[in-house]
Nanobody, 120 residues
């Protein structure tokens, strides 16, 4: 049974930093592509960052140079620096990638419950 549990969200002032964590269980964590998505009120869920099975990383243009995705053992991380109000959203960890567009939510079969990030 695959379970993803996010943590690390919170409220921060613009220019600040947060680190999100996603602990995975019941999953061959290091073998597959995983990703972080976010969803702001009234907007569609969008891909933020992804890491492949070979640890190659991909970023949405809106976060390049500010966010860093990484993973260690059974935990996926998202280091977020230079945060801006537009980064305010619920952030989700995604796994069980089924191929195709790495930033398409439909290509992931497992999701965490989300962690809220608010930038003011």
């Amino acid at each position: 049974h695959v379970q993803l549990v996010e943590s690390g969200g919170g409220s921060v002032q613009a220019g600040g930093s947060l680190t999100l964590s996603c602990q995975a269980s019941g999953y061959m964590f290091s073998v597959y592509c995983m990703a972080w998505f976010r969803q702001a009120p009234g907007k569609e869920r969008e891909g933020v960052a992804s890491v492949s099975s070979r640890n190659k990383t991909y970023y949405a243009d809106s976060v390049k140079g500010r966010f860093t995705i990484s993973r260690e053992k059974d935990t996926l991380y998202l280091q977020m620096d230079s945060l801006i109000p537009e980064d305010t959203a619920m952030y989700y960890c995604a796994a069980d990638f089924r191929g195709g567009d790495i930033f398409s939510p439909e290509k992931y079969g497992r999701w965490g419950q989300g962690t809220q990030v608010t930038v003011s």
